[in-house]
């Protein structure tokens, strides 16, 4: 696929007072499909929440330079907006890394951001309004994962009622649809989808609908029969043939999977947004597969989790207490804290680089879920065992910081 020739990752509740958070994708955690970024990343693009009042309010996607060596290190560089707010949330590059999909939660559209061209200042190239109607009525667009020439995209509810009954659609880079799979009666709900290719296995996640997440959270956690709707299970799929083989039961609504990425580990990982616990997906000897509760992490809302690249630690980011605990997670059914630092007031997303170094945390998770206060992204490193704060960059001018995935000067170069 080359240029397109017209312009063109919660939850959580936690039922008692407080909130949310949600999340996901970074380096550790792309599609093994798509080239990664090995060494020094020059940027983190962050998809931005649009607020009303705050600068032109629209959503946009943001550049932050984030090259030691650099000038503009820690600072914004580039902003490209698109027209509006749609609940800005999750995005995720096509398997040739030339194109940023970026979705919205509230109207379901879709915006393709050419990266490759100026990756200092990434371009709207096109917009997808049809996403519901491509799709028989998906809504919702969440995880954009990239498989060979096409997107696979997660959805979080329906058109019909605004449910959690939903599904996966597959788009071509271009942008041509392709197919829509509903997510099994059985385990109607979806949230994040990936794939390990060695196992030909496909693990999708469980949120709740339209009709919860765009409902402010202190009106949502009083409505006992709301609470109720949200999903507690991961299905299993034959990841070729895309058919679920088998469901499994994790209570808690089960959001971020990540796969361990050694080749001789059969297992992944989640956190429950209301179980607030750590949970291992393991195969067995059998060929199937079984949960594990690895680890309690207590009253805090878990909104997302990064992997090491060499499957030792575990990254959780945590929304009520604003806190990043790291797990060794040497023994994967035994996770072990090993370190916590205070990042900040609504703590959500985390994305690790791949020589497993430096971490990236932003601080927003939903329009409607979102508290009072400022915003930002925050760059730490690991020295003498120890993550040492590197930089904040205030987001208060542009809008909440969300998703974040990382860019190259040097990839570009190399694979042009």
């Not at 949960?291 to 989790?305: E, H, Q, S, Y």
Request: aromatic share 12%; glycine share 8%.
């Amino acid at each position: 696929m080359r240029p397109y020739h017209r312009p063109v990752g919660w939850l959580w509740l936690i039922a008692i007072t407080l909130m949310v958070g949600t999340a996901f994708a970074d380096e550790t955690c792309q599609s093994p499909f798509l080239p990664k970024v090995t060494g020094q990343e020059d940027y983190v693009y962050v998809w931005t929440l649009g607020i009303k009042g705050v600068g032109d309010g629209n959503d946009s996607l943001v550049t932050v330079d984030v090259h030691p060596k650099s000038k503009t290190y820690g600072q914004i560089i580039h902003r490209a907006p698109v027209p509006g707010q749609h609940e800005a949330h999750h995005a995720g590059f096509t398997d040739d890394r030339r194109y940023l999909w970026a979705g919205g939660l509230d109207d379901s559209y879709i915006f393709i951001f050419d990266v490759a061209s100026d990756p200092a200042r990434p371009k709207l190239v096109k917009t997808i309004t049809s996403f519901v109607k491509d799709t028989g009525g998906l809504v919702g667009p969440h995880t954009f994962y990239a498989l060979p020439g096409r997107m696979l995209i997660t959805a979080l509810s329906n058109a019909n009622d605004s449910s959690g009954r939903t599904g996966l659609a597959e788009y071509s880079n271009e942008g041509r649809f392709i197919r829509t799979i509903w997510m099994p009666k059985e385990a109607p709900y979806g949230y994040d989808v990936r794939v390990n290719i060695n196992l030909n296995r496909m693990l999708t996640s469980s949120f709740t609908g339209k009709k919860n997440y765009m409902r402010p959270l202190g009106e949502l956690i009083k409505d006992a029969e709301a609470m109720k709707e949200f999903g507690d299970t991961v299905v299993v799929w034959d990841f070729h043939a895309r058919k679920p083989l088998q469901v499994l039961q994790v209570p808690g609504a089960p959001l971020e999977l990540r796969w361990a990425l050694m080749p001789n580990h059969h297992y992944a990982f989640t956190a429950t947004a209301l179980g607030h616990r750590l949970v291992l997906i393991h195969q067995q000897a059998d060929g199937t597969w079984a949960t594990k509760v690895i680890a309690d992490l207590g009253n805090t809302l878990p909104v997302d989790i990064s992997i090491a690249p060499d499957d030792s630690k575990l990254y959780v980011a945590s929304f009520m207490d604003g806190m990043l605990r790291v797990y060794d997670i040497s023994n994967p059914f035994e996770a072990k804290l090993i370190e916590q630092v205070k990042v900040g007031e609504m703590a959500n997303m985390v994305s690790e680089s791949w020589d497993g170094t430096r971490l990236y945390v932003t601080n927003s998770l939903l329009s409607k879920w979102d508290k009072p206060g400022d915003y930002w992204l925050k760059a730490y490193a690991w020295e003498n065992g120890k993550l040492a704060h590197k930089f904040t960059t205030d987001f208060n001018a542009v809008g909440r910081a969300h998703l974040m995935n990382f860019g190259s000067k040097g990839l570009r170069t190399k694979g042009e």
